[in-house]
T-cell receptor, first 108, second 113 residues
Framework: GQNIDQPTEMTATEGAIVQINCTYQ??????LFWYQQHAGEAPTFLSY????GLEEKGRFSSFLSRSKGYSYLLLKELQMKDSASYLC?????????FGTGTRLQVFP | DVKVTQSSRYLVKRTGEKVFLECVQD?????MFWYRQDPGLGLRLIYF???????EKGDIPEGYSVSREKKERFSLILESASTNQTSMYLC????????????FGDGTRLSIL
């Protein structure tokens, strides 16, 4: 079966660091994407991991452990504009399977 | 920048109507996708296409069909709309390759009354 788990909601303070976890169990695995989606807008691509380890892109980093079926998105120096939903998605052969998303609220 | 354009942001239709949702991309992408997004359920794949005239069923194809007559355009058709098809519909496109990110349109919020 296919299962992708993310926390439903998280809150954090401006300037802080937050880690959003994603665990997956899928029949096939090629790689893992993270997307950001502001309310009422389209999801936008943040990162892609195919090998184990950490990928850093400015304030955002994404980690993957294939053996553990686990990924996280790390957001540093949080800003108010980071308030959004964060979607974890696993590539399985020719399709993307999405988690239900984590809604992050950043407070001043 | 990749641009994926969906024909309507908001649409209201009646039960039993045939509904067309249009999507156009301007980056010559081979792959195009239709999803619906519902609270608590996330993004679910309805249909996708790898090339003109080709279509593949996603996870929830029942009640829907698609058409891809030109590379840049992918249409979603609700043959006979029902209230349980009220949802946000998102179109996406990507270049060929499993490591290629999908680029999404702004979505169509469809209400079936």
């Amino acid at each position: 079966g296919q299962n992708i788990d993310q926390p439903t909601e998280m809150t954090a303070t401006e300037g802080a660091i937050v880690q959003i976890n994603c665990t997956y169990q899928t029949s096939g695995f090629n790689g893992l994407f993270w997307y950001q989606q502001h309310a009422g807008e389209a999801p936008t691509f943040l990162s892609y991991n195919v090998l184990d380890g950490l990928e850093e892109k400015g304030r955002f980093s994404s980690f993957l452990s294939r053996s553990k079926g686990y990924s996280y998105l790390l957001l540093k120096e949080l800003q108010m504009k980071d308030s959004a939903s964060y979607l974890c998605a696993v590539t399985n052969t020719d399709k993307l399977i999405f988690g239900t998303g984590t809604r992050l609220q950043v407070f001043p | 920048d990749v641009k994926v354009t969906q024909s309507s942001r908001y649409l209201v239709k009646r039960t039993g109507e045939k509904v067309f949702l249009e999507c156009v991309q301007d980056m010559d992408h081979e792959n195009m996708f239709w999803y619906r997004q519902d609270p608590g359920l996330g993004l679910r794949l309805i249909y996708f296409s790898y090339d003109v005239k080709m279509k593949e069923k996603g996870d929830i194809p029942e009640g829907y069909s698609v058409s891809r007559e030109k590379k840049e355009r992918f249409s979603l058709i609700l043959e006979s709309a029902s209230t349980n098809q009220t949802s946000m519909y998102l179109c996406a496109s990507s270049a060929w390759g499993r490591d290629q990110p999908q680029h999404f349109g702004d979505g169509t919020r469809l209400s079936i009354l």
